[in-house]
């Protein structure tokens, strides 16, 4: 989705973890093959501060929803969130 939207020029990182969907080949294959203009990087073995500012956000998003009341729908919390992280950031950024 970022390279549709921002549609970056030359070469890009495309940094993770060392989850086994990034580190099977299959992925390697079906996505990184397809976009011959990405650079593959990981993290190192026990390096748990690459993912601190994310598993910071998804926390606080997941105590937000759960602190909803049930009155709030699906659909509803599902653009709030589409929209702060599609919208706001990316014009912040």
């Not at 989705?1 to 060392?18: N, T, V």
């Not at 099977?24 to 990981?42: D, I, K, N, Q």
């Amino acid at each position: 989705m970022a390279m549709i939207r921002r549609r970056p020029e030359g070469k890009q990182l495309f940094h993770s973890d060392r989850g086994v969907q990034y580190c099977s080949s299959a992925f390697r294959e079906a996505s990184l093959a397809a976009l011959p203009m990405l650079v593959r990087s990981m993290s190192r073995k026990g390096n748990c501060w690459d993912n601190a500012c994310a598993e910071s956000f998804f926390k606080t998003l997941k105590r937000e929803l759960e602190e909803l009341d049930g009155q709030t729908g699906r659909k509803t919390v599902r653009i709030a969130v589409f929209e702060y992280i599609e919208a706001y950031l990316f014009d912040v950024l």
